[in-house]
Each structure stands twice: as C-alpha cells, then as structure tokens.
C-alpha cells in the first residue's frame, strides 16, 4: 500500500516548503514500514519524521524491551533530562516517554505472556521513542483507558533530518519505486521492519 502527501495537500502556513512524502506498507510475514521525504526546494529545511508503531502486548507488566542497552536517553517525564540505560532490558513500571539516541538498528520486545518476540528493525533513523501513557494518562483519553493502555507499548523510530535542495537540470535521483526520475530535491527515507516470531510452548 502506497501512500503520497505534497505540499499542495497541505496548504498551510506553518509549513510553506515545497516537498514530497511517501508511506509505503508492506503487508507480509515481515511488516515493512518505509516513509521518503523530498525536499522540492532549493534551499536547506528541517524536518522530523517518526514511524509511529504502536504494538499490541499481553500486558505492560509482562513485556520488557532488548536492545537498548549503553545507549542515552531523554526522560521526557522528568524534565527531558539525558540519562543512561545501564539496565540489559527496558521494563515499564510506569509513565514512560523516552528518546533514546543514536541506538542500534535492531530491538525486541519480549512479551513472555503471549510467548513471543517482536524484532523491529530500522534504517534512516538515529533514535528509537518507548512510550506508554499509564493509567493517569490513559483515562483522559476516551480510547485509551482502562484496560486498553495495559496492553499497548509504542516503540518507534525517530529522526530529525535537514536537507538541501538541488537544481532539476539534468539532475536524477532513485525514487522509491527504485525507478530514476527528473526531481527537484533529494530524498531522506526511513525504513522500518517488525518480525513476530512465537515461542513454541515450554520452550
């Protein structure tokens, strides 16, 4: 499934730049998840994109997340202040919304409840988010109370990226369907993959 956003969808004042999005989802054993941004102007812009993957769990307290570990986070709950995770895995016991930077292509979740394991891997992204509401939170947001909020986890991949434009004379670039055509700009793409794969029982 291809999906496409131009500015000319947009029209809005925040944001004037010229540019190009595509999501491209990939429904198979694999889930391929792939977000390209053109930047259409000729000059540099800022932007920030992040592959929102919300998971489905057997519950928030049998879950843990690998990975992660050596790595800087932003505790987004406690001032944004950068702390490390010295832990081998990340367990969530309440509000959790952290940053963690320039972390490794590949994370886990270990969900020993339903017996199994969600390999998310990345590419074009510097950062991964792991966030859960808790109960405080959940409640005012009308799908996302109780007990809905136990059993979701989000871990995504997340990028801030500045790009320059370039001239259209003669100047070609791989567009995402891998075909070569005449653009304006250049192309930032992130890509993430999520693999399921079940314990066998009493393994």
């Not at 925040?14 to 694999?30: C, D, G, K, L």
């Not at 390999?119 to 109780?146: F, M, R, Y």
Request: glycine share 8%; charged share 25%; aromatic share 8%.
């Amino acid at each position: 499934m291809t999906l496409s956003l131009t500015d000319g969808d947009v029209g809005s004042t925040i944001w004037p730049e010229p540019f190009r999005a595509i999501y491209i989802v990939t429904f198979a054993r694999t889930l391929s998840l792939r977000l390209a941004v053109q930047n259409r102007a000729r000059h540099r812009i800022v932007f920030e994109e992040a592959l929102h993957t919300y998971f489905a769990i057997s519950d928030i307290s049998d879950i843990a997340i690998s990975g992660l570990a050596g790595t800087t986070y932003i505790d987004k709950t406690d001032a944004a202040r950068r702390k490390p995770q010295t832990t081998e895995l990340v367990t969530i016991t309440a509000e959790t919304d952290r940053v963690y930077l320039d972390t490794p292509g590949q994370c886990v979740i270990e969900d020993r409840g339903w017996r199994r394991r969600v390999v998310i891997e990345k590419s074009g992204a510097a950062s991964t988010v792991v966030w859960n509401p808790w109960a405080e939170k959940a409640a005012a947001v009308a799908d996302l109370g109780d007990p809905v909020w136990r059993g979701m986890g989000l871990c995504r991949g997340r990028e801030y990226r500045r790009q320059r434009g370039v001239t259209c004379s003669g100047r070609r670039a791989p567009d995402v369907d891998g075909n070569f055509r005449r653009h304006q700009g250049v192309t930032s793409s992130g890509l993430a993959h999520c693999r399921r794969m079940t314990r066998r029982s009493g393994a």
